[in-house]
Antibody, heavy 120, light 110 residues
């Protein structure tokens, strides 16, 4: 069974940093692209970032470019999202998701999400 | 404002057929496939349709997707109360180099 478990969310101050992790099981991480998607309270879905199977191809939404860094450790079956210079509008539930195949960027299988709150 | 445009709401009675539209551009839907997601209240999104019209295993055949030009649609036939949820379309956008989501459609089963 495919499982994705996000962690690392919590309260951060404006201008602060957080690192989210997504531990996966039930599939071989190195064979799949991975994505992060977020959802602000009461709002719709917003794609954040995607990374190819080997980590060589990376995309970011304009809203997070230069502040967020996606990475992966296939040997640890874990995806990461390092978030810096956090702003109030980064407050959201962050979902990690497996893509369809190695080079895909669309989310297919989703985790349950982790809540990030940016507030002083 | 989302790159992909969906109606904010839709409704139907049990047993009816409902369609939800998703309008994009040549750089998004016009040149890439569309996925559809269902989000039940308080839960994570779930893939409903992938690559325009493919259903993952476990998704009932009451759900179907189609694409024509720069628009796509999701059809739900034999509407059931458990279909009450938010529905999102998504497509890659070449100009923005990212996956774009529609604003979501809240489906109410009357």
């Amino acid at each position: 069974e495919v499982q994705l478990l996000e962690s690392g969310g919590g309260l951060a101050q404006p201008g602060g940093s957080l690192r989210l992790s997504c531990a996966v099981s039930g599939f071989t991480l190195r064979n799949y692209g991975m994505t992060w998607v977020r959802q602000a309270p009461g709002k719709g879905l917003e794609w954040v970032s995607a990374i190819s199977d080997t980590g060589t191809v990376i995309y970011y939404a304009d809203s997070v470019k230069g502040r967020f860094t996606i990475s992966r450790d296939n040997s640890k079956n874990t995806l990461y999202l390092l978030m810096k210079s956090l702003r109030a509008d980064d407050t959201a539930v962050y979902y990690c998701a497996r893509a369809f195949d190695s080079g895909d960027s669309y989310p297919y299988d989703w985790g349950r999400g982790t809540l990030v709150t940016v507030s002083s | 404002q989302s790159v992909l445009t969906q109606p904010p709401s839709a409704s139907g009675t049990p047993g009816q057929r409902v369609t939800i539209s998703c309008s994009g551009t040549s750089s998004s839907i016009g040149g890439n496939y569309v996925n559809w997601y269902q989000q039940l209240p308080g839960t994570a999104p779930k893939l409903l349709i992938y690559k325009n019209n493919q259903r993952p295993s476990g998704v009932p055949d009451r759900f179907s997707g189609s694409k024509s030009g720069s628009s796509a649609s999701l059809a739900i036939s034999g509407l059931r109360s458990e279909d009450e949820a938010d529905y999102y379309c998504a497509a890659w956008d070449h100009n923005l180099s990212g996956v774009m989501f529609g604003g979501g459609t809240k489906l109410t089963v009357l």
